[in-house]
């Protein structure tokens, strides 16, 4: 039976990983050498701060000789349906306190109304069914609820100007995204800020593909980069300053807050007009 991924399952699972390092000998950087594990992600799972992906929880149980132990029982996302290379940026995502996105072809989840995020669920390959899609809507959908209460991160996005301009859904369903992505930005309760790349500026830092930055009160930062059918989240220090330094340049390529919300403005009005 699957364990539920929360806060007490995670260091009840660190717990046991410390008594079994510990009933061996072993120091967390002799742990860390036999599972070739970083110490510092050891110390973040004993201490209930962070949980291993399956790759990891192998290498645990080969380095204690657990039997399985912990592949077996790893906390697992409570019956929320993601693509799978996203599951642990999800995680991260909801213990951040700053987020830096960026959309090179569609609105990020976070800002995605419940019309455009099943517009692009209905397009996806394969197919799926209505129950798939209607549980990956609803986590998207979930995903959102980060951003209205007391301890919401501070989001910058960056939208390439393709994501204004591809009709996904239809007009009535872009202008209601676009206007969402307005009032988000407008919002002073949320604490978002939104950059348009223009057309115009041509090859820029981010050209290559989706990336998210994340911010931790106790933990370093990751990255978190994703291609077609693929994502990994990245804690390196090299990998994730190299991430950092590209947001940066985009960024300074970006249009201001203020003119990116006036742009995004503008086009919804286009997308209304061609609705009507």
């Known amino acids: 039976m699957a364990i539920e991924d929360n806060p007490v399952s995670r260091v009840k699972y660190g717990e046991e990983l410390r008594r079994r390092r510990e009933s061996l000998g072993l120091t967390q950087e002799e742990l860390s050498e036999l599972s070739i594990i970083s110490r510092s992600q050891i110390a973040h799972i004993e201490a209930g701060r962070r949980r291993p992906d399956a790759g990891d929880a192998r290498r645990l149980d080969k380095a204690l000789q657990a039997g399985g132990f912990f592949e077996r029982f790893l906390p697992v996302l409570d019956g929320r349906l993601v693509a799978e290379h996203f599951a642990e940026a999800l995680e991260f995502e909801g213990q951040a306190t700053a987020i830096r996105v960026y959309g090179p072809k569609l609105v990020p989840g976070l800002l995605q109304t419940e019309a455009y995020a099943r517009a692009v669920l209905d397009s996806g390959l394969p197919p799926k069914t ?3 899609r209607d549980k990956l809507l609803a986590t998207r959908l979930d995903r959102a609820s980060i951003l209205g209460n007391f301890h919401s991160p501070v989001v910058w996005t960056i939208l390439d100007e393709a994501v204004l301009r591809r009709p996904i859904g239809g007009s009535a369903v872009m202008c209601q ?4 992505i307005v009032e988000l930005g407008e919002s002073r309760r949320i604490r978002i800020r939104v950059h348009v790349l223009p057309f115009a500026v041509g090859a820029h830092a981010l050209l290559e593909g989706v990336v998210s930055l994340m911010w931790f009160e106790e933990l370093p930062p990751i990255a ?17 300053r190299q991430c950092q330094v590209a947001y940066d340049h985009a960024l300074g390529d970006a249009l201001s807050h203020r003119k990116s919300l006036a742009l995004i403005r503008s086009v919804a009005e286009d997308y209304e007009n061609e609705a009507q």
């Not at 995204?177 to 969402?180: E, F």
């Not at 994703?226 to 994730?240: A, H, I, K």
């Open 177 to 180: 995204q676009l206007r969402h």
């Open 130 to 132: 209505d129950e798939q």
């Open 224 to 240: 978190y980069v994703e291609g077609l059918m693929t994502g990994r989240v990245w804690e390196l220090p090299s990998v994730v």
